[in-house]
């Protein structure tokens, strides 16, 4: 079955035309996919006085007529509903309460929260306000539409240059964190997207400028062209990033780990020696420095059952 539509302003130029050359009523009505009855009444609904057709008449009279049959906006008709949601709302009530409290008192009587949020909205219930009588002011709690991203990237990672998406030369790197217990450090990762060679640092807290110094630290003696980073605010401090290191530092997407899928590999491999919980800030540097031996010469199905150290030989020679 196929729905009415209204007619567009496109179909109603279409129209005109059609007249113009003679054409009939059943003829129009083929050419443009609607029945006889619709083009006689789009016709009979929007002709000029004098009896001829204009499309831009015809959408003039179609805007206004569409105007005036929006119903009436109910808070303002219904003056016990309205006495009701006023009272609510002067001990600060929220809309879904007001709701079910009503729906409790008036079983057979509707009303949905959202056009109480509405009337608050266009500003039809006088002397309330979301802002002044609602618990979140106003806001929503969740907005799916709000970006997520605790920073504001200047690169992110859907603008990498086809070297960097194919792997074909070293010194790109990914880079994250991996978390201990609450409140006793964590460690600063890179990865570098080519050989895969890891390197780390440990770090106190998230503070964007210790986070930096730990990124600055892990990389100090690689050759470094790209960066790219979850969206974590513990990276705020990019821009220093990028001035230390000479490179561009790149971000993921939200919620987009696959984006950086060779750190978040390497760092699921790091849970194996530094569990969840693991308290960082007792961990020494010669501990990391074991494991991230013993990772670097781990060999790697990738890069043809090299592990990274050989593949970086290799690469040299």
Avoid at 184 to 193: A, M, S
Avoid at 217 to 222: G, H, S, Y
Avoid at 269 to 295: A, Q
Wanted: glycine fraction near 6%.
């Amino acid at each position: 079955m196929q729905f009415y539509q209204h007619f567009s302003v496109q179909e109603r130029e279409s129209l005109w035309i059609y007249i113009r050359e003679g054409k009939s009523i059943r003829e129009i009505g083929r050419l443009l996919e609607r029945s006889p009855s619709s083009i006689s009444r789009e016709l009979n609904r929007n002709r000029n006085k004098d009896g001829t057709y204009h499309p831009w008449r015809a959408t003039t009279l179609y805007i206004i007529r569409r105007k005036k049959s929006v119903r009436p906006f109910r808070l303002t008709t219904d003056t016990e509903l309205q006495r009701w949601v006023r009272e609510c709302l002067s001990i600060y009530w929220s809309p879904e309460i007001i709701t079910a409290k009503w729906k409790q008192a008036y079983p057979a009587g509707k009303l949905s929260h959202t056009t109480i949020y509405r009337a608050l909205k266009e500003k039809r219930i006088p002397g309330y306000k979301a802002y002044t009588h609602l618990r979140r002011r106003g806001k929503r709690k969740y907005d799916k539409n709000a970006d997520t991203n605790s920073i504001q990237p200047e690169h992110v990672i859907r603008e990498w240059p086809e070297e960097i998406r194919n792997r074909t030369g070293l010194g790109h790197w990914e880079g994250d964190t991996v978390y201990g217990a609450v409140g006793k450090g964590l460690l600063v990762t890179c990865v570098d997207r080519k050989s895969r060679y890891l390197t780390a640092a440990l770090l106190k807290n998230r503070e964007r400028i210790r986070t930096k110094d730990a990124v600055v630290q892990a990389l100090r003696d690689q050759k470094v062209l790209s960066l790219s980073l979850d969206n974590g605010s513990e990276f705020a401090a990019f821009k220093q990033i990028e001035e230390a290191l000479n490179a561009v530092v790149y971000f993921a997407d939200p919620h987009s780990p696959w984006q950086r899928g060779s750190n978040e590999n390497i760092n699921g491999l790091l849970r194996f020696f530094f569990p969840k919980g693991t308290n960082f800030l007792e961990i020494t540097h010669d501990r990391l420095n074991y494991v991230l031996t013993l990772i670097n010469n781990r060999p790697r199905k990738c890069l043809g059952w090299l592990s990274p150290i050989e593949f970086l030989r290799s690469c040299c020679t």
